[in-house]
């Protein structure tokens, strides 16, 4: 009987490493961003399904200022996973502003869009982006990732904001409002489909809400900017009044890490996400864009992890 108990006492120290003690043995810090935006219920999601299905891994989402305080983090490797925007985490790769050294940033997954919005309204006379010359247009907030595309788009299409418009810096929600009072003929707005102040935009009785398509400055904005956009459609019906599609500039919104993290890990990280895609779409609707097939078409700008590379190029898709 003492023989039996005494090697019972020692058995848990002769199971093999595979067992779940052992399987835990990585912690996984993901920056995400503040409380009230996409990101921290992205990340959020993310570390509860790595902490529950990864064989070795467990995580936790931590608050942060966004995507460049998530780019040091990682590049001081005080995070090991980050939700950045793609041209934060081109600046960072590239070492320029913000930024004063090149950050070893990777790629692990383009997460989803954010769509580029150009808002006016029927009888505005304005048809596509040319036609905003002469016109009262917010570029959204100052320094927003809003006014930085909305000015990219504009001189790609030949348009001087300050000098070839009334130009006002404002918020979606008072955009909206101008417009409805005439106070703006048209306005810019980069973020999720649908936007709720466009939506109700789009039901004001009077009111016909118009977008404009701009695909076409994707090529001139690559070209000067670096592979940072690409082109992306707003769906038909997406809002009220809208009959056909609308072809626009999209940015992706990244999941990176740093270039030292081991392949396993990374490849697992992605294993786990992809296969568990639906539970982390209950945690934020935008995570319903999440594709092998947006890797394999430049959604990252930055080079993709080699643990990535190795999980699409097994699902069939190559990383160029």
């Known amino acids: ?38 990101y921290y219920p992205l990340g959020r999601g993310l570390a509860d399904i790595l902490s529950k299905h990864s064989p070795f891994a467990e995580a936790t989402p931590e608050v942060t200022r966004g995507s460049v305080d998530n780019c040091r983090l990682i ?18 790769y590239q070492g320029k502003a913000p930024f004063k050294d090149r950050v070893p940033v990777r790629a692990l997954a383009a997460l989803y869009p954010d769509h580029l919005h150009i808002v006016t309204a029927e009888g505005k006379g304005i048809d596509k982006v040319t036609d905003l010359r002469g ?39 008072e955009s909206a409002r101008a417009l409805k009072d005439g106070k703006l003929d048209a306005f810019f707005w980069l973020g999720g489909i649908p936007t709720a102040a466009i939506v109700d935009l789009g ?15 994707v090529s001139k904005m690559r070209a000067k900017y670096g592979p940072l ?25 990244l999941l990176v890490c740093h270039q030292d993290m081991k392949e396993n890990v990374a490849y697992d990280v992605l294993k786990t996400i992809f296969d568990r895609k639906q539970e982390l779409a209950v945690f934020h609707g935008d995570a319903r864009y999440l594709a092998l097939e947006t890797q394999a078409s430049g959604g990252s700008p930055i080079p993709y992890h080699p643990g990535a590379v190795k999980y699409y190029t097994e699902k069939g898709f190559t990383i160029k």
């Open 229 to 253: 956009y690409v082109k992306g459609t707003i769906p038909s019906k997406t809002y009220p009044g809208q009959e056909e599609d609308v072809a626009i500039a999209v940015v992706w919104n």
């Open 135 to 173: 016109k009262r247009v917010s570029t959204g907030a100052h320094s927003s990732g809003t006014e930085v595309m909305a000015v990219r788009v504009l001189d790609a299409s030949g348009l001087n904001p300050d000098r070839d418009m009334k130009r006002d810096r404002v918020l979606p929600a």
């Open 75 to 92: 590049g001081t490797k005080k995070a090991d996973l980050a939700l950045i925007t793609a041209e934060t985490g081109w600046n960072a």
């Open 203 to 217: 039901i004001a009785p009077g009111m016909t809400l118009k977008l404009i398509s701009h695909a076409d400055a």
């Open 1 to 38: 009987m003492k023989r039996s108990l005494i090697l019972l006492g020692i058995l848990p120290f002769l199971l093999p490493v595979s067992s779940a003690w052992s399987q835990k043995s990585v912690r996984l810090s993901i920056a995400t961003g503040s409380v009230g935006g996409v």
